[in-house]
T-cell receptor
Framework: QKEVEQNSGPLSVPEGAIASLNCTYS??????FFWYRQYSGKSPELIMS????GDKEDGRFTAQLNKASQYVSLLIRDSQPSDSATYLC??????????FGSGTRLLVRP | ETGVTQTPRHLVMGMTNKKSLKCEQH?????MYWYKQSAKKPLELMFV???????ENNSVPSRFSPECPNSSHLFLHLHTLQPEDSALYLC??????????????FGEGSRLTVL
């Protein structure tokens, strides 16, 4: 059973802090990973993708991938209340199906 | 506006009814998906259509029947549903090739309640 695991949270951080969201996956054949943000009552939207080991930065967001440890993370710098949402980690398996974790709820306190 | 439109946004049906969910994408993508989202559970992939052919049927009960008449439209036909089928049904689209299949564009979802 291919799985993507996330802590459900909520992860609570003060405004301006760095929020660190983590994800582990079981399928060593997974090569590509994706972070989606889902606001309450809305559908998921893609915010970051990462395909190789290391860091990938996009504005306040940094995705990190460590394939040896089967670990993916998302860092949000200078967190804002508008970042409060559920963050879904997804891994593309060897048959190109996107497997999602159950999501981590982030709460940024003003 | 993601370029993926779902109707209806809300649907209440009895267990003996037949209804359909509709999805339309204006992004020029060749793959379309149905996902089910229930509370406290991961998004569950139900069906995948690539170039109008069904390439995935993820052990979904036969009371859910998908239809993809062309690369822009996707339907989910519902009949004899159970109360545990109540959930948010999300349609998504993507390119068909390689890692592009992980970059999904979701519709706003159809909230289904089965009485």
């Amino acid at each position: 059973q291919k799985e993507v695991e996330q802590n459900s949270g909520p992860l609570s951080v003060p405004e301006g802090a760095i929020a660190s969201l983590n994800c582990t996956y079981s399928d060593r054949g997974s090569q590509s990973f994706f972070w989606y943000r889902q606001y309450s009552g809305k559908s998921p939207e893609l915010i970051m993708s990462i395909y190789s080991n290391g860091d990938k930065e996009d504005g306040r967001f940094t995705a990190q991938l460590n394939k040896a440890s089967q670990y993916v993370s998302l860092l949000i710098r200078d967190s804002q209340p508008s970042d409060s949402a559920t963050y879904l980690c997804g891994g593309l398996d060897s048959s190109y199906k996107l497997i999602f974790g159950s999501g981590t709820r982030l709460l940024v306190r003003p | 506006e993601t370029g993926v439109t779902q109707t209806p946004r809300h649907l209440v049906m009895g267990m003996t009814n037949k209804k359909s969910l509709k999805c339309e994408q204006h992004l020029g993508h060749n793959a379309m998906y149905w996902y089910k989202q229930s509370a406290k559970k991961p998004l569950e992939l139900m069906f995948v259509y690539s170039l109008e052919e069904r390439v995935e049927n993820n052990s979904v009960p036969s009371r859910f029947s998908p239809e993809c008449p062309n690369s822009s439209h996707l339907f989910l036909h519902l009949h004899t549903l159970q109360p545990e089928d109540s959930a948010l049904y999300l349609c998504a689209s993507s390119r068909t090739s390689g890692s592009g299949t992980g970059e999904l564009f979701f519709g706003e979802g159809s909230r289904l309640t089965v009485l």
